[in-house]
Structure formats: structure tokens, C-alpha cells
């Protein structure tokens, strides 16, 4: 089992910063990409950010350039720093991991999604 928690959420002003930080515990081996979800009230639940456990990234059109994910894979933690923010980037924020489809197969891990239990992100125009 994988359990993560998210932290760094608060309340900025438009064009201001925040780091957010996800930290993973339990059965690590059981994660391979790990990711950034937001969901805003009456909208659905989209990807902004991915990593790879060899460090390729992802981002979606509306944040790129502004956000960045990172990762610590000693630390078993992932990180999304948001740069400019904007009001449109207010939402829960949750933590995703994804687990190695070879160790899926071989019964090690079971084909689970693993999430944290979100951080609220408010930006103030």
C-alpha cells in the first residue's frame, strides 16, 4: 500500500508563488510516475503535471511555462512549483502515483491508483 500527503497550499495573490510538496510512504516500490491533479468546483479532475521515474516531464498547455514538477527519489517526495499564478489556477491539487506494470504482473503491486487527499490552492485577482 502507498499513502501520500500533500502540503504547501494556501492563499496568493495573482502573479504570486507556491510550492507544492507530496510525500510518499508505505510501499515505494510500488511507484513509478508520480503526478499533479487539480479539480475546481464544478469541473473535472485534470492532469497539470507529470514526472517519470527517469525524470521526463509533462505539462499541460495552460501551465506550461509556468509550473514545474520535480522529484526526489531518495525522498520519496514530488514538488510542483507554480510561478504567475492566476485565478484560474485555483483548485484542489492532489497527488497521483502510478505504479511499474512489470511488478503489477508479477503480483508485487496491484493495479491501483494512489492519491493524496489534496491541497486547496486559492489565487486572489
Known amino acids: 500500500q502507498v499513502q501520500l500527503v500533500e502540503s504547501g497550499g494556501g492563499l496568493v495573490q495573482a502573479g504570486g508563488s507556491l510550492r507544492l510538496s507530496c510525500a510518499a510512504s508505505?510501499?515505494?516500490?510500488?511507484?513509478?510516475?508520480m503526478g499533479w491533479y487539480r479539480q475546481a468546483p464544478g469541473k473535472e479532475r485534470e492532469l497539470v503535471a507529470a514526472i517519470a521515474s527517469t525524470g521526463s516531464t509533462w505539462y499541460a498547455d495552460s501551465v506550461k511555462g509556468r509550473f514545474t514538477i520535480s522529484r526526489d527519489n531518495a525522498k520519496n517526495m514530488v514538488y510542483l512549483q507554480m510561478n504567475s499564478l492566476e485565478p484560474e489556477d485555483t483548485a484542489v491539487y492532489y497527488c497521483n502515483a502510478d505504479t511499474p506494470y512489470s511488478r503489477v504482473v508479477a503480483g508485487t503491486c496491484r493495479a491501483e491508483d494512489y492519491w493524496g487527499q489534496g491541497t486547496q490552492v486559492t489565487v486572489s485577482s
Open positions: 508505505g510501499d515505494t516500490i510500488c511507484i513509478s510516475a
